[in-house]
Each structure stands twice: as structure tokens, then as C-alpha cells.
């Protein structure tokens, strides 16, 4: 373990401006060797070429079943920015690679590939999924369900860890626990072997991360230390050196 470097977690919503600047100025702080992103190689190109994808593009690079799953997270997730009063064109993904150009510092990219990721989906989604949902919805009651409402209810700006958004991150996988194995659990488990094989390397690295997957990255790295696995360090971590010019993230 001495050897070891260190791994600063920055739990962030996506496209919050208070999280884009705590992001900044944690970098600048902590001054890390490598800032590490919740993004794959796909959408880190795609953000450095200042586009996003469109459905053609969707179509060629993914399988159908695929593009699919990744149009109705992307349309989703877009939709949930802006009932926030959120700008769905700035993120902190962006603006931990401007910081890290800034100091001349390289990015490493974390998350599993998009295409893996949107498969994995589609095979756990089925014509059943929704109906599933609204009956567990409905088992709930109304009590329970004002419950749940009355915790998701924090303010953005005051989310400062996962602890913050974990009821939000329940309920997901109560009422759609197929979505949230793929998009939640199985990302958790792949960014923290990823920040552990950087860490046994001994670098120090800042890792900014959506705040609904801070809680298990955090228990994941501490298994991960506990065990000193040696598999964890075998995966692959694609390293970048980014340019100043950085705009869109294509999904979370």
C-alpha cells in the first residue's frame, strides 16, 4: 500500500454549474497527476471533435437493439436536465478536461465502452419492463411514494455526495432494477477497478464521477485495497491528452 497512489472522488451532478466549478477547483487543489473522467474513448473523441452523435452515426457504430437503448437514455436524460433548469450542453465531464488542459495534465477515461454498456441494456430491457415498473410503482402506496418524492427533493447545488442521491438511486432500482444493474452497478464496479489499477501504479488521480455512482465506486476501491486484487490492475485504462477546446458530452 505505500506504494500506492491516492484517488480524490468528486461526486457531481452531470450539469450542474456549482459542480462544474467544484470540479475546477478540486483539480487545482489537489493538482493530480492524472484526472480521471466517467467517459469511454468513443465519447472523449467525440467531445474533443466538438459533435455529437447523431443517429446515423449511432446506427453504424452500434448494433441495433443498441442505438436503441442509447436514443432513449440520451432523449431521458436530456429531458430530466431541463425540468431541472440545468443547461444540457455544459458538464462537469467538460470541465474537468479544460482543467486538466489547463495544467498540461492527462485524462484518464474510465467508464466502460458505450457500445458494451448500451448492449448490456438492451438485452436486460424487454416489452415486460415497463409494465413491471408501473406494478411496483403502484405496489408502493401513497404514503410510501410521498416518501420517496420528499427525499429526491434536494436541491442540486446541495448534493455533495452520494449519500445525497442514494434514495434517488433506490427507488431506480426498485421500480427498474434491470436498468439500474447495467447503468449503475456494473459501471460502478468497472470505473473503481479502473481507478485501482491507476492508484497501483501510484498515481494520484482526481475522479470526477456522477454523484449516483459515488457510493459504489467508494466501496468497490475499499474491497479492491482490501484484497490488493491482482486482477483489478489488468484492466485497461485508455490515457489522453486533451486539447483546450472542449465542448459537448454526448451521455452521462
Not at 147 to 170: F, H, K, M, N
Amino acid at each position: 500500500m505505500s506504494d500506492y497512489g491516492t484517488v480524490t472522488l468528486v461526486p457531481s451532478v452531470h450539469f450542474s454549474p456549482t459542480h462544474r466549478r467544484r470540479v475546477r477547483d478540486t483539480i487545482r487543489e489537489v493538482e493530480p497527476d492524472l484526472v480521471a473522467v466517467e467517459l469511454d474513448d468513443a465519447r472523449f473523441e467525440r467531445l474533443e471533435r466538438e459533435v455529437g452523435p447523431n443517429r446515423a452515426e449511432l446506427t453504424r457504430e452500434l448494433p441495433p437493439s443498441a442505438a436503441a437503448a442509447y436514443s432513449v437514455v440520451r432523449g431521458l436524460q436530456r429531458t430530466i436536465v431541463r425540468l431541472y433548469g440545468l443547461d444540457p450542453e455544459r458538464t462537469d465531464m467538460e470541465a474537468a478536461i479544460e482543467t486538466a488542459a489547463e495544467r498540461d495534465t492527462d485524462i484518464a477515461l474510465i467508464d466502460d465502452p458505450i457500445e458494451e454498456t448500451m448492449l448490456a441494456l438492451s438485452r436486460r430491457l424487454g416489452p415486460l419492463t415497463l409494465p413491471k415498473a408501473m406494478l411496483r410503482l403502484q405496489s408502493m402506496g401513497a404514503e410510501e411514494y410521498a416518501d420517496r418524492i420528499e427525499l429526491l427533493s434536494l436541491p442540486v447545488a446541495e448534493i455533495t455526495s452520494g449519500d445525497d442521491v442514494q434514495p434517488a438511486i433506490d427507488h431506480l432500482r426498485r421500480l427498474v432494477p434491470e436498468i439500474a444493474a447495467v447503468m449503475i452497478d456494473r459501471r460502478d464496479r468497472s470505473m473503481a477497478e479502473r481507478l485501482h489499477a491507476l492508484r497501483r501504479e501510484g498515481h494520484d488521480i482526481v475522479a470526477v464521477i456522477g454523484a449516483g455512482h459515488h457510493n459504489g465506486i467508494q466501496h468497490r476501491l475499499a474491497e479492491l485495497e482490501e484484497r490488493s486484487e491482482d486482477g483489478a490492475a489488468t484492466r485497461d485504462v485508455p490515457i489522453r491528452t486533451p486539447e483546450r477546446r472542449v465542448t459537448r458530452i454526448p451521455i452521462d
